[in-house]
């Protein structure tokens, strides 16, 4: 399975933003799908994860409310819609497949996307 991460870029803190994970093969409806992100000099830390049906969301405590993922299997891709955006939500956002229900470190994830850029300007 690969990833394709994409939908990062430079916008002002208040700003919204929708990241999009696309990936390749037939079997993504399988997997748990979570987005993470690193700073730089910073851990790679959970942000979201999403359910193989998407009728089930975990966020990281900080996030929620203002982040949501979703995912449409139909078109193997998952979406993070970021809004109220803050400078501290600068980060590489990478996506990740896992089989594991309850996943939230980096080491529970299976396959990885390259990641993409965000970065919130105060």
């Known amino acids: 399975v690969q990833l394709q991460a994409s939908g990062g870029g430079l916008v002002q803190a208040g700003g919204s933003l929708r990241l999009s994970c696309v990936a390749s093969g037939r079997t993504f409806g399988s997997y748990v799908v979570g987005w993470f992100r690193q700073a730089p000099g910073k851990e790679r830390d959970f942000v979201a994860a999403i359910a193989r049906s998407g009728g089930i969301t975990e966020y990281a405590g900080s996030l929620k409310g203002r982040f949501t993922i979703s995912r449409d299997n139909a078109g193997n891709t998952v979406y993070l819609q970021m809004n109220s955006l803050k400078p501290e939500d600068t980060a590489v956002y990478y996506c990740?497949?896992?089989?594991?229900?309850?996943?939230?470190?980096?080491?529970?994830?299976?396959?990885w996307g390259q990641g993409t850029e965000v970065t919130v300007s105060s």
């Open positions: 990740a497949l896992t089989k594991l229900i309850g996943a939230h470190t980096r080491y529970e994830y299976d396959y």
